[in-house]
């Protein structure tokens, strides 16, 4: 709600008002990974931010003109910073210059796209909308202390490009890495890809499956952590994906196969995105000019509200349709949305 309503809020330039944040959780209200996120945004274009504080549960936004430049957004934890992408990189779309995004926080977080996920996955889709971005690793960093880095270079479009992605196609070939950093043996990372090509092994048998374990080079990681990420590209170009973290007492056995069976589920549905990139396309949908179509499993809660929040701020129209499908074991639905055409004033 925040991320997808602050962006909007920014692109748009309604201020926003935003109460009872995380109310239902444990902590509730901001957490540093939020606070990060609202505070890039409001750097972005010179808004002002009241409740911006951690643990507040009420913030209101007035937004400036969106600028574009350097900016730095430091979550001083291991909150993610691919969720900090998340809302800045819609925003920095529409700027009147070029921009720099040095993200900082866990590259590789429970609760969150892995950032291997935001290059090998998200980065090729989301450029279908007719932008691109360069995504540049500094530094991984884990939980608990976080201190990873990521470098995102991107410079402003005049609009997007609606997408469709409605076939699947056939997979082709399926590729990932298991990885290890810090004080763990690359042992680990072997076992993780083992364990994962085994899985997939016993529904896929014809394809050639490279899982690469590696061991992070020690300047380039902070801490101690592990963790896998598989794709399958299908022969249509769409990407797919299951992927998992390792942590004390889990065996690296399990950790492979966990993103293995993730992976083989997004499969199953036949849908031309996972469960992950789901959500994350709709804010785009929106801002684009003419109608997208997107093919996917079950709607997601996360889909939900942002669709709902989407449209509320813009003029985008959505709905969402069961597929009919010729397979009818395939739990598929139609995402379409006619975008509401966002024009950047700046260009």
């Known amino acids: 709600i925040l991320r997808v309503s602050t962006a909007l809020s920014c692109l748009l330039g309604l201020p926003l008002r935003v109460r009872r944040i995380r109310a239902g959780r444990s902590q509730p209200g901001l957490r540093p990974q939020h606070l990060s996120g609202l505070e890039i945004v409001r750097d972005l274009c010179d808004g002002k931010l009241n409740g911006g504080e951690i643990g507040s549960t009420e913030i209101t936004f007035t937004p400036g003109k969106i600028k574009g430049g350097t900016h730095i957004a430091d979550t001083k934890t291991a909150g993610s910073v691919c969720l900090l992408m998340q809302v800045a990189m819609p925003c920095v779309l529409f700027a009147a210059s070029p921009s720099e995004l040095h993200l900082k926080g866990g590259t590789n977080a429970e609760m969150a796209p892995q950032i291997d996920y935001t290059v090998m996955v998200f980065k090729p889709i989301v450029e279908k909308f007719n932008f691109t971005f360069n995504c540049d690793i500094k ?23 609606p997408i469709n992605l409605t076939d699947r196609g056939t997979v082709t070939k399926i590729y990932g890495r298991a990885f290890v950093a810090g004080a763990l043996p690359i042992k680990l990372a072997k076992d993780m890809s083992s364990a994962a090509v085994r899985c ?39 990407l797919l994906a299951g992927s998992s973290l390792g942590k004390r007492g889990k065996n690296s056995d399990k950790v492979g196969i966990e993103a293995a069976e993730i992976l083989l589920k997004n499969l199953k549905h036949g849908g031309t995105v996972d469960d992950s990139l789901q959500d994350q396309l709709i804010i785009f949908m929106a801002l ?60």
């Open 200 to 238: 997939i092994r016993k529904e896929i048998r014809d394809l050639y499956i490279n899982i690469q374990p590696v061991r992070e080079p020690d300047d380039q990681a902070i801490g101690t952590g592990s963790g896998i990420i598989i794709v399958a590209e299908t022969s249509t170009g769409c």
């Open 288 to 347: 684009a000019k003419g109608v997208s179509r997107v093919k996917s499993g079950p709607i997601t809660l996360h889909t939900q509200t942002a669709i709902h929040f989407a449209e509320q701020l813009t003029k985008a129209k959505f709905t969402v349709t069961k597929s009919e499908d010729e397979d009818p074991s395939n739990d598929t639905y139609i995402i379409e949305c006619q975008g509401m055409g966002m024009i950047n004033p700046n260009l």
């Open 139 to 161: 530094r991984r960093g884990y939980y608990p202390q976080g201190g990873g880095e990521v470098v995102v270079q991107m410079s402003p479009v005049k609009e997007l490009s």
